[in-house]
C-alpha cells in the first residue's frame, strides 16, 4: 500500500516537473535565487575577510610596539643608551608597559561565520586589552559606515531568513486554487491517486526544487569559500541543511494550509504576503520593541563614571589626609611630608587603577546580567516567528552571537587579571623593574570554548517540522473532502 | 483593494458641473471607504503607526534620561577635583554625551550603531564609545525596529500599492473602465481622480502620526539638559520630513496606478508592484551597501590610529628631547630675548603645552575630515540609484531630518571636539599666566574648573540638513515626478473602444 502511494506520488512529481519545465516564471525564480544565494556568499566572506585582516593589522601594530619596547631595554640594559626620564616612558616600567602593549585578543571566526555575517559587526573583531579598567578597551569599536549597519548586511542568514519563503510562496501561492481556476481541478480529482497525493507530489516538486538549489549552492559555496581557511564544516553544514529544510517545510506547509481554504489564487497571494510580513518583519519589530521596553540596555556610562570616580576620590582622600597631618603637625611639616617621591606616586597611580578596576567590573556585571536578561527575553519571544527562530539558530551555527561573544568576553576577563598580576600585582605594585626576560613571558590570550555547541538550531529544526506537519495534515484532510 | 470577483457599482457621474478629477475622486473615495478589507488595513495602519509613535517616545524619554543624568554626574566629578595642576585636570578631562534630538523618535536612523560619549582628554581626539547595538538582546535580528520611519517606508508604500494596483486593471477585468472612457472622462481625469483618493486616504492615516511627533516635539521637551531648545527648528524638519515622504509615497501611488493601466490583469500587476516593493525595499538597501564597502572601502581602526599616531611622532608632547621641542624652546627663548627659561615672563610648559595641542588639532582634523569625508562618498554612491530604488533616497533624507544620520554623529563629534579644545585652551592659558619656571608644581584653584562649562551640544540648522542632503531630495522630487509622467503616459494609452 505504502508503495503505491510512493509510486503515485512519484508519478505526480514528475508530471508537475515536466510542467514547470516549461514555465519561464519558474526559472526566473531560481535563478533569482540561486544570483542571491551567490552574492550572500560574497558578502558574507567580503565581510569575514575584513574584519581578519582588521585582527591582523592590529596584531602587527601589537608586534612592532612590542619590538621597539624589547629593542629599547636591550639597549638601556646594554647601557647603550640611558633610561628614558620620564616613567611613561621607561620600558622597564612594569605600570607603564601593562598600558602600552596591547596585546590584541580576537574572537576567531567559525567556518560559518559568513552565514551571519552581519549580525557578527555588532561586535569588534578584536580588542587591544590594557592594564586599567575594561572600559578603556572594551568599547572601543571597529571603524564602519553606520549607515551601513543600519542596512544590514546582504548575508546568507537574510537570503534564508527573508528571500528563500517569498520564492517558495510564489512557486506555491496557487497550488490548489490556480488548478480550480484553470479548471483542471477536476481532471486530478478524476485520477485514481487520492488528491493528497497528487497535490503532495505538486507541492514536493514546487517546494523542492527552490529548496534543492538552495541547499547545494548553499553547501558547495561554502565549502568553495573556506577550502582554502578551515576544514570543511561538515557538522555544522548538516545542521545548516536541516533548518533550511525545516523551515522551508514550515513556508510550503502554510502554504498548502492557505490553499486548502479554498480562496482564489489573488487572495492566497495577499494572505501568504501578509503572513510573511507578519512573521519577517512585524513580530520580530514588537519583539525588538518590547524586549527593549522591558529590559533597556544598561546606561553604559555609568561604567566610565565608576571608574573617574576612582580617581576623584582618591584625590580626595590625598587631600583629606593631608589636612590632618597639617592639623597634627604644623604647616612646615605638612610641607616637607607632603613631597612625595616618585615611588609613592607610582603606587598611588596603582591604587588608583586598582580600586577604578573594581569599579567598574561591580557595574559591567551588573550591565551584562541586565544584557543576558534580555537576551533571555529575545530568546524566548523569537519562538513567535519561525524567521526569527530560523535567524537566532544560523547565527549561532555562524558563532556570531551574543552567547559566543560573552565566552570571549568571560576569557578577556580571565586574561586581564592575568595581564594585571603579570606586570602590576607581581613587579609594579613591588616596585620591580621589567627585564628583559620578562618580555618573552608575556601572558598569552586565548579563548577555550565550551562544547556542546548551541542546542538552538535543534530545536528549531523540531518547531519547523512540527508546525509544518499540523499546517499540512489540515491540507491533507480539506483535499480528501 | 479590489479584486476581479467583486461587482463594482455602476459608475455614478452625478455632477456633471464639477471637475471631472474631484468626480472620480469622490467616487473612488466611497469605494476605498466601503471595501471593509481596506477598512481593516487601514485599521492596522494607524495601530501599528501608534505603536511606533510610543515606542519611540518611550525610547527617546528613557535616553534623555541617562544621558542626563550621566551628565550631571560626570560634571559633579569634574567639580569635585580640588586644587591641581591645571594640566593634570586637562588629562582627567570631561565627557560630552549627544543629547537624544526629539525627531530620533521618529526615525532612530544609525544612532544604535553610534556611540553616544566621548572622552575629551588632553592631546588626543577620542572616538565615540557606547554603541547600543551591542548591547541588543540578538544582534541582527530578522527585519527592522518599530519606528515610524521604518513603518512609513516599508509598510506605508505596501499599503500604497495595495490600494492602487487594481486602479485600472481591476475596472478593466469588470469592463467598468470602458464605460467611464464613453462618457468622455479623459485618462488623465481618471488618474487624477483616482490618485487623489488614494492619497488622502494615506493623508487621513498619516496625520495622527504627525500630529503624535508634533506633540511629541513640544511634550518631551528633552534638550533643556543640553541648553538647547528650539522647537521652531524641530517642526521645520518635521514639515521638511513630512514633504520627503509625500513625495516617496506619491511616487508608489503614481507607479502602481501606471502598472494598474499598463498590466494585461490586476494579478499580473500585483505581481510586479510586490516585486519592486521587495527589491526597494529590502533587496536595495543591503546590496548597495554591500557594493559600496567593497567598492570604496573604509581604513580599519587600527591603521586610523597608526596613520594618526605616525603624524603625531612629528610632535614633542611631553618629550623634552625630541627635536620639535628643542627648536620650539630656542624660539621662544628668542622671541622673549632670554637666554633661560628660568628668566621667562610667562610659563614656559604652558606655552609648549598650547604649541603641541594646536599642532594635534591640525593632524585630528586632517584624519578625521578624511574618514567622514570617505563615509560621505559611500554615502553618495550608496543614494546613487535613489530616483529609481527610492529608499535609497528617503532613507538618508529621513535620518538626516530626524538629526539621526552619520553627518549629525560627525558634527556632534566635531563640537565634542570643539569643546576638548576650550577647556585645553583655558588650562594652558592658566599655566602660561600662573605657573613659575622652575618652580613648585603649580596648583590651579577649584574656582578655575568650575568656570569651565560643560558640553552643550547644538544642532545644525534646518538649512545646513537640506543643503547637506539636497541630492537625496532631489532624487525624490525626481522620483515622483517621473512616477506621475509615467502614469500620465499609462493612461494616455487607454481608450474606451
Given amino acids: ?481 | 483593494m479590489q479584486t476581479g470577483e467583486e461587482v463594482a457599482p455602476a459608475p455614478t457621474l452625478a455632477r456633471p458641473a464639477a471637475s471631472p478629477a474631484l468626480t472620480v475622486a469622490r467616487r473612488e473615495w466611497r469605494e476605498l471607504v466601503r471595501d471593509s478589507r481596506l477598512r481593516l488595513l487601514a485599521v492596522v495602519s494607524l495601530l501599528l503607526l501608534l505603536a511606533a509613535l510610543i515606542a519611540g517616545f518611550t525610547q527617546a524619554q528613557r535616553l534623555d534620561r541617562e544621558r542626563s543624568a550621566a551628565m550631571l554626574a560626570d560634571r559633579s566629578l569634574w567639580d569635585g577635583q580640588g586644587a591641581k595642576n591645571p594640566h593634570a585636570a586637562a588629562h582627567f578631562g570631561q565627557y560630552a554625551f549627544k543629547p537624544v534630538g526629539v525627531l530620533a523618535l521618529a526615525d532612530p536612523g544609525v544612532d544604535a550603531h553610534v556611540g553616544a560619549a566621548i572622552w575629551l582628554e588632553a592631546h588626543k581626539q577620542n572616538e565615540a564609545q557606547f554603541r547600543p547595538a551591542r548591547d541588543s538582546g540578538l544582534p541582527g535580528r530578522a527585519g527592522n525596529g518599530l519606528s515610524l520611519a521604518f513603518i512609513l517606508q516599508a509598510l506605508l508604500s505596501l499599503l500604497a500599492i495595495l490600494l492602487a494596483f487594481a486602479g485600472f486593471s481591476g475596472e478593466r477585468e469588470r469592463g467598468t473602465l470602458r464605460q467611464v472612457l464613453a462618457l468622455g472622462v479623459r485618462p488623465r481625469d481618471l488618474l487624477a481622480g483616482k490618485a487623489m483618493a488614494i492619497s488622502g486616504a494615506l493623508f487621513i492615516l498619516l496625520l495622527p502620526a504627525a500630529i503624535g511627533v508634533f506633540a511629541g516635539i513640544y511634550t518631551l521637551d528633552l534638550e533643556h539638559h543640553s541648553g538647547v531648545s528650539d522647537h521652531g527648528q524641530s517642526v521645520l524638519r518635521l514639515g521638511a520630513l513630512a514633504v520627503a515622504y509625500a513625495l516617496y509615497l506619491a511616487g508608489f501611488v503614481a507607479l502602481a496606478l501606471a502598472v494598474s493601466a499598463r498590466a494585461k490583469s490586476s494579478r499580473a500587476a500585483l505581481v510586479i508592484l510586490l516585486a519592486f516593493w521587495l527589491a526597494n525595499t529590502f533587496l536595495a538597501p543591503r546590496l548597495s551597501s554591500d557594493w559600496v564597502r567593497s567598492f570604496a572601502p573604509l581604513p580599519s581602526a587600527q591603521q586610523f590610529r597608526d596613520a594618526i599616531a605616525a603624524d603625531k611622532r612629528q610632535l614633542f608632547g611631553h618629550d623634552e628631547s625630541h627635536p620639535a621641542f628643542v627648536a620650539f624652546k630656542a624660539r621662544v627663548l628668542a622671541e622673549y630675548g632670554v637666554s633661560r627659561i628660568e628668566d621667562l615672563p610667562v610659563s614656559f610648559r604652558g606655552l609648549s603645552l598650547r604649541e603641541d595641542d594646536h599642532a594635534g588639532y591640525r593632524i585630528f582634523d586632517r584624519h578625521h575630515a578624511a574618514l567622514q569625508a570617505a563615509i560621505d562618498r559611500q554615502d553618495a554612491l550608496r543614494a546613487l540609484p535613489g530616483a529609481l530604488l527610492p529608499s535609497l533616497a528617503v532613507q538618508p533624507v529621513s535620518m538626516a531630518l530626524a538629526g539621526t544620520d552619520s553627518r549629525h554623529q560627525y558634527h556632534f563629534t566635531t563640537q565634542a571636539e570643539g569643546h576638548r579644545r576650550l577647556i585645553q585652551e583655558i588650562v594652558s592659558d592658566d599655566l602660561i599666566r600662573n605657573a613659575r619656571n622652575g618652580g613648585p608644581d603649580y596648583q590651579a584653584p577649584p574656582a578655575l574648573f568650575a568656570s569651565i562649562p560643560s558640553f552643550a551640544y547644538q544642532h545644525p540648522s534646518i538649512g545646513e540638513v537640506l543643503t547637506g542632503d539636497a541630492r537625496n531630495l532631489a532624487a525624490l522630487a525626481l522620483w515622483a515626478f517621473g512616477c506621475t509622467l509615467f502614469a500620465l503616459r499609462s493612461v494616455a494609452r487607454l481608450r474606451a473602444v
Fill in chain 1, 1 to 481: 500500500m505504502r508503495l503505491k502511494h510512493f509510486s503515485e506520488l512519484r508519478v505526480a512529481a514528475c508530471f508537475e516537473l515536466k510542467l514547470m519545465r516549461r514555465d519561464p516564471a519558474v526559472w526566473l525564480v531560481l535563478a533569482l535565487l540561486l544570483a542571491a544565494i551567490v552574492q550572500a556568499l560574497v558578502s558574507g566572506r567580503a565581510v569575514v575577510e575584513a574584519r581578519e585582516r582588521a585582527v591582523a593589522v592590529m596584531q602587527d601594530a601589537e608586534a612592532k610596539q612590542r619590538a621597539e619596547l624589547v629593542t629599547q631595554i636591550e639597549a638601556i640594559e646594554s647601557g647603550r643608551i640611558a633610561a628614558p626620564d620620564r616613567f611613561y616612558r621607561d620600558p622597564r616600567n612594569a605600570f607603564a608597559v601593562s598600558n602600552r602593549i596591547g596585546p590584541t585578543a580576537a574572537l576567531p571566526p567559525v567556518p560559518l561565520a559568513l552565514v551571519a555575517a552581519g549580525a557578527g559587526e555588532a561586535f569588534p573583531p578584536a580588542v587591544r586589552l590594557r592594564a586599567g579598567s575594561k572600559d578603556s578597551f572594551l568599547f572601543t569599536e571597529e571603524i564602519n559606515n553606520p549607515a551601513h549597519l543600519s542596512a544590514g548586511t546582504f548575508d546568507l542568514v537574510f537570503v534564508l531568513v527573508f528571500v528563500l519563503p517569498l520564492c517558495l510562496l510564489a512557486l506555491t501561492y496557487n497550488l490548489v486554487s490556480g488548478e480550480r481556476e484553470q479548471g483542471t481541478f477536476s481532471l486530478n480529482a478524476a485520477s485514481p491517486a487520492s488528491l493528497a497525493t497528487v497535490f503532495g507530489g505538486k507541492l514536493l516538486v514546487r517546494g523542492g526544487l527552490p529548496v534543492g538549489v538552495t541547499l547545494v549552492a548553499v553547501n558547495a559555496g561554502i565549502a568553495l569559500a573556506t577550502y582554502s581557511s578551515h576544514a570543511l564544516p561538515l557538522v555544522s553544514l548538516i545542521w545548516l541543511s536541516l533548518l533550511v529544510v525545516a523551515y522551508a517545510s514550515f513556508w510550503l506547509a502554510l502554504a498548502a494550509f492557505v490553499n486548502a481554504l479554498r480562496r482564489d489564487s489573488a487572495l492566497n497571494a495577499l494572505t501568504l504576503v501578509g503572513a510573511w510580513l507578519v512573521f519577517v518583519l512585524l513580530i520580530p519589530a514588537f519583539s525588538t520593541a518590547l524586549s527593549e521596553a522591558t529590559y533597556p540596555a544598561p546606561p553604559r556610562a555609568e561604567v566610565i563614571l565608576a571608574s573617574r570616580s576612582a580617581a576623584i576620590d582618591a584625590e580626595r582622600d590625598r587631600a583629606a589626609e593631608e589636612a590632618r597631618y597639617r592639623d597634627e603637625y604644623g604647616e612646615t611639616a605638612a610641607k616637607t611630608a607632603g613631597k612625595v617621591d616618585e615611588r609613592t606616586r607610582m603606587l598611588q597611580r596603582i591604587a588608583v587603577q586598582t580600586i577604578a578596576t573594581e569599579r567598574a567590573d561591580a557595574v559591567l556585571a551588573r550591565h551584562d546580567a541586565r544584557v543576558d536578561e534580555q537576551a533571555r527575553l529575545a530568546a524566548r519571544l523569537a519562538f513567535l516567528s519561525p524567521a526569527m527562530l530560523a535567524e537566532a539558530a544560523m547565527i549561532d551555527l555562524s558563532g556570531n552571537g551574543r552567547a559566543r561573544y560573552r565566552q570571549f568576553e568571560a576569557a578577556l576577563d580571565t586574561f586581564h587579571r592575568e595581564w594585571r598580576d603579570f606586570f602590576i600585582a607581581e613587579r609594579a605594585a613591588r616596585s620591580l623593574p621589567l627585564t628583559r626576560a620578562d618580555y618573552d613571558r608575556l601572558p598569552r590570550f586565548s579563548v577555550r570554548e565550551k562544547a556542546p555547541e548551541s542546542l538552538l538550531p535543534a530545536t528549531a529544526a523540531v518547531v519547523f517540522l512540527l508546525a509544518a506537519l499540523m499546517l499540512a495534515s489540515y491540507y491533507v484532510r480539506s483535499l480528501g473532502r
